[in-house]
């Protein structure tokens, strides 16, 4: 693993200055020749055309497209037609100076496929992700995605052969629509008559996973048509993907504080359960795009676009663990009925150790292992349709419109759940990453009699869908002026009607009434042989393997027993928001045609948010269900204003080095959740997450930006850019304990509650570096480094932030043979907070690497891996000694072959 040495920010800040100097001076000393536009000889460039192709042209590509923008920015572009150089969109946004990657949300713990990206250390949700420059809505597949309700994009939801490039605005201005406190994402697809007439690609792979052992099948193709007068063109992707995923892991779910523990007088923090989790699942990712493209002459432009993708993401939980909340009991004191603790070791506050016998004081057994097995039937999706209008109304004036509608979906149509648990004893010893679990009053045989014969405890579980849809229209007008420093002057509105609901039908089942606590049914009634794998936790933590239930086994108990399950909604965990916004902005730009240019403008926009939120001490009992009988509607309405100016520039010190400086205010809405959201309670650890607050302010910010940017050569650029955000207005969440009813808890019980508020404000600051250099013979590379310093006023650490970010590429391609190895670190970030409890992510890098073989002109080989070392996620809860989670997802290969015309 290579490190990155933390270096304090006043002197990176002065080092960075420095480097600044020294490359404005460079190229002055360097050039000996009058240079083209990335460096190279006139003379060399008028003897011979020199055609670059694939990883170089992409490359080449992007260099151009940042170098023309008017703002800081980052491009990555695909290397030839379908063929991105990422199997997943976020994996390639993850290469880009600044910008990483997220597998999972704090809840969730991270899968083998990366999800969501947080630029420059800020949080997933304050980037705003558009698609050809238009909001997209979404979807998420898991459960507690879902629930979280929100704004940032799935990006597991667009698989990287419908993208033709990709941009992400570190600095704004006027006509980007607002949203983007870290950062905007721009997505651009294809378009027809940018490519040959009948252009057409296919790609045929088969996927596999080291750790689920097992091969998928994957194809996409790509065909684009257009006319021979090139007025009107049709392109149409479609793809269908399987993956299978695996997940060993070992999870620590929430830590609880006991004081006067075992009558120490000390204040002690335990594990409430110590899990070891089996995840599998198979996703399904099926699709397609169509693009219209009418260009009647050059004044006029219709572009028609389409996207559908839906991910089936079925999935199946399996968590035996050891229940140390429950054995504790009665505060482990000493001389009371309840008391089971033998041996302990308490380190640094926490419960390192602990050896609980198999019965109490007064004779009772100890229930000291519980284990859930959680069947969740679930998908993700998101469709638009988009249509964007550019009409040349004369030499000076460009009016542009664009109008769509959005709409994605994340649901669980069905969640059923097992839980059973055994009288015994419990030992556990945390060492390292992990823990070892004991279980002395079990036998060896986790398919014997014995083992299998345990007691019931409950079931539960429902059916989630959480619609996300959009309608949205914008109008442009620029008007440029001749021979002057003033090049134009863009004005224009943009108007959204946004809705994102979450709709919960919970059920229940007479049998938890009848056999809870019993031994009536068990593990054993719902078993038909099924194991955990011989290899289970090999890599991570070494833990025993476990028999589980079986998923049909548990749906004939549940609906064919008892009157089956009862569904009704669940107002606890419902919320609605609906949200319209009216933008308007003028925005001038400017340019010497020599040295200087840019924009400065001011974007306006006003937010009408309506959250309705249910609540069982609302006013009027509106709401009733079996599952809350006095439950109604609580709705607020409000509105704000953002005034939002911005102003970037743009220096030519010599041809070939651009200095660059921005500043704009910017805001992020909170998400939906955060407005409205569920309340969910884990009745096991006594911890829950409150509903939203729908009086939250946004998170608000002024980004400034300083960049150098050297173009010293063809594929080639070293640059260095500061950046200091700070945020006046931020969200966090705090906690407090409070007396809850739930079903598995009817007289009540204390559950740490967490939730949502506006806390103080606070900065982010640091320093990216990037180099891209040729090296000759085929052979080059892309390196960059990021620092980012991101802390609340009042010290406090920032979710999503990574101090230590860096990429580091190497290439080599000639006509036979296209190679990539690269290497993605970030060093440890918080990820929020799960069950009352801080979950920070550890350092984590991973090698990736992809191979392409040229047959002919028209046929190629295709090799793609990603993890090649085989890392693992550690998850810890501040102290990195104290583990949260550990978990192992494997490595991925791809094989195939690709076709194109």
């Known amino acids: 693993m290579i490190y990155a040495p933390t270096t304090a920010p006043k002197a990176l800040f002065t080092a960075t200055a420095s480097a600044i100097a020294l490359m404005a001076a460079m190229p002055a000393a360097a050039q000996t020749a009058p240079k083209d536009s990335y460096g ?116 597991s939801l667009l698989p990287s052969e419908i993208v033709g490039s990709l941009e992400v605005y570190k600095s704004s201005q006027a006509d980007i629509p607002e949203g983007g406190v870290g950062g905007t994402i721009n997505v651009h697809s294809r378009m027809p008559l940018d490519l040959p007439a009948y252009s057409a690609s296919l790609t045929v792979q088969a996927n596999y996973n080291d750790l689920s052992d097992k091969l998928a099948p994957q194809v996409s193709g790509l065909f684009s048509w257009k006319n021979k007068a090139e007025t009107f063109g049709i392109l149409a992707t479609g793809f269908y993907q399987e993956r299978f995923f695996r997940r060993d892991g070992q999870e620590f779910l929430g830590y609880t504080s006991y004081d006067d523990f075992a009558g120490s007088g000390e204040t002690v923090a335990a594990p409430n359960l110590i899990g070891a989790s089996y995840f599998t699942q198979k996703r399904e990712r099926k699709g397609g795009t169509l693009a219209l493209q009418f260009k009647p002459n050059s004044d006029f432009e219709l572009d028609i676009n389409g996207l559908y993708s839906r991910l089936d993401a079925n999935n199946v939980n399996r968590n035996s663990m050891a229940w140390i909340s429950n054995v504790i ?95 015994t004893g419990v030992d556990y010893q945390i060492d390292g990453k992990g823990a070892s679990v ?112 079986d998923q049909d086994l548990v749906l004939d108990q549940l609906d064919g027993t008892n009157g089956g399950r009862v569904f009704d909604f669940y107002p606890q965990a419902s919320f609605s928001v609906k949200e319209k916004t009216e933008a308007f902005y003028a925005m001038a730009k400017f340019d010497d045609d020599s040295r200087w240019r840019g924009n400065i403008g001011l974007r306006a926009v006003h937010t009408d948010l309506d959250a309705l939120q249910y609540s069982p001490n609302a006013a009027e009992a509106n709401a009733v269900t079996m599952f809350c009988s006095t439950c109604g509607t609580v709705t607020t309405s409000r509105g704000y204003w953002d005034w939002l100016p911005s102003a970037n520039v743009t220096f030519s010190l010599q041809p070939d080095l651009l200095l660059r400086g921005g500043v704009a205010k910017v805001m992020s809405r909170p998400g939906f959740a955060q407005l409205a959201g569920a309340f969910t309670a884990s009745d096991l650890a006594l911890t ?47 906690s407090s304990t409070i007396f809850l009813v739930t079903q598995q808890h009817p007289d009540g019980a204390n559950f740490l509650v967490t939730g949502p508020v506006n806390g103080p404000g606070g900065s982010n600051k640091g320093v990216e570096i990037n180099l891209q250099q040729p090296i000759g013979a085929g052979f080059g590379f892309i390196a960059n480094y990021t620092y980012a310093d991101a802390k609340s006023s009042d010290g406090e650490v920032m979710d999503g932030n990574s101090k230590h970010t860096f990429n580091i590429t190497g290439y080599f391609e000639n006509d036979l043979l296209s190679a990539r190895l690269a290497y993605t670190f970030r060093s440890k970030f918080r990820s929020g907070i799960d069950r009352a409890t801080p979950m920070w992510q550890d350092d984590f890098g991973s090698l990736d690497g992809s191979l392409l073989v040229n047959i002919t002109p028209h046929v190629a080989l295709s090799f793609d891996a990603q993890n090649l070392t085989n890392e693992k996620l550690y998850y810890f809860v501040g102290d990195p000694s104290i583990p949260r989670a550990y978990y192992d997802n494997g490595r991925t290969f791809w094989l195939g072959a690709k076709l194109k015309f």
């Open 40 to 155: 190279q000889d006139d003379s060399a460039t008028q003897d011979e055309d020199i055609v670059v192709t694939g990883i170089r042209a992409s490359i080449q590509a992007a260099l151009t497209q940042k170098r023309d923008s008017d703002l800081i920015s980052e491009v990555v572009t695909a290397q030839d037609i379908g063929k991105f150089p990422d199997k997943n969109v976020a994996d390639s946004l993850g290469r880009l100076t600044g910008v990483n990657v997220v597998t999972g949300s704090a809840a969730a713990g991270g899968f083998g496929e990366n999800q969501s990206v947080s630029i420059r250390g800020t949080d997933p949700a304050l980037n705003l992700t558009l698609l050809d420059g238009h909001g997209i809505a979404s979807g998420d597949w898991f459960v507690l995605d879902q629930q979280a309700g929100g704004r940032s994009l799935d990006f």
């Open 329 to 423: 009991g009665a505060n482990s004191t000493p001389g009371t009925d309840g008391y089971a603790l033998q041996d302990y070791t308490v380190t640094n506050g926490y419960l390192t150790a602990a050896s609980f016998a198999g019965t109490t004081a007064d004779g009772s057994p100890v229930n000291g292992r519980v284990q859930d097995d959680i069947f969740r039937d679930s998908y993700s999706s998101t469709w638009d349709i988009n249509a964007d209008a550019t009409w040349h109304a004369g030499d000076h004036v460009t009016v542009t419109g664009q109008i769509g509608y959005t709409k994605g979906k994340g649901a669980t149509t069905d969640t059923y759940a097992w839980e059973t648990y055994w009288h």
């Open 438 to 549: 004991d279980y002395p009053d079990l036998p060896d045989d986790v398919t014997s009699a014995g083992y299998l014969d345990n007691y019931y405890s409950w079931s539960w579980g429902g059916r989630i869908i959480s619609p996300d849809r959009e309608y949205y229209a914008k109008t442009d007008v620029e008007y440029a002026f001749d021979d002057s420093l003033l090049k134009s002057v863009k004005v224009g509105a943009r108007y959204t009607d946004h809705k994102r609901e979450l709709i919960y039908d919970a059920y229940s089942w007479a049998g938890n009434g009848a056999y809870s606590g019993t031994s009536d049914v068990g593990l054993d009634t719902v078993f038909d042989g099924g194991v955990t794998p011989d290899d289970y936790n090999d890599r991570v933590s070494g833990l025993p393997g476990y028999s589980f239930a």
């Open 688 to 734: 829950a997450t409150a509903g939203g607050n729908p009086n939250l302010d946004p998170y608000r910010a002024w980004n400034f930006n300083v960049a150098a940017e050297w173009y010293y050569g063809p594929q080639s650029l070293l640059s260095v850019n500061l950046f200091y955000l700070d945020i006046t207005s931020y969200i966090t969440t705090a």
